[in-house]
């Protein structure tokens, strides 16, 4: 069996990580989401996950990446979360060269300004 020299294998965390951080840059995104893994985590280990707010799903070659975000108040949730997902992608494929078969959004909330 011929090895494909291309391939490189890459963990959960460093996809959900390199998500994240595309997320983040993205214009009208306040925060990530936590969700209850984060809470469960937080609760039992004392501390927050590293991949907050991200999951990946491999199933065989295809990669699927949810993201669990706040946006800001006052912006254009389609256009952010489209945004989202361009960004993701184009992160995923810079740093490890893996295309993505799906980066599913979830608006978990509106962030206003005076919040913290």
Do not use: F
Not at 22 to 29: I, N, Q, S, W
Not at 48 to 65: F, M, P, T, W
Not at 96 to 114: F, S
Request: hydrophobic fraction near 40%; include cysteine.
């Amino acid at each position: 069996m011929a090895e494909d020299k291309d391939v490189l294998n890459v963990s959960d965390d460093v996809l959900a990580v390199c998500a994240i951080n595309a997320t983040l840059k993205t214009e009208g995104v306040a925060e990530m989401a936590g969700g209850i893994t984060n809470i469960i985590s937080k609760a039992a280990r004392g501390k927050e996950l590293v991949s907050k707010g991200a999951k990946v799903i491999r199933n065989k070659d295809q990669i699927e990446i949810d993201l669990h975000v706040i946006v800001k108040y006052g912006c254009k949730i389609p256009q952010v979360a489209w945004d989202i997902q361009e960004n993701v992608k184009n992160e995923i494929r810079s740093m490890t060269n893996m295309k993505l078969n799906a980066v599913n959004i979830h608006v978990e909330g509106v962030k206003r300004d005076d919040q913290e």
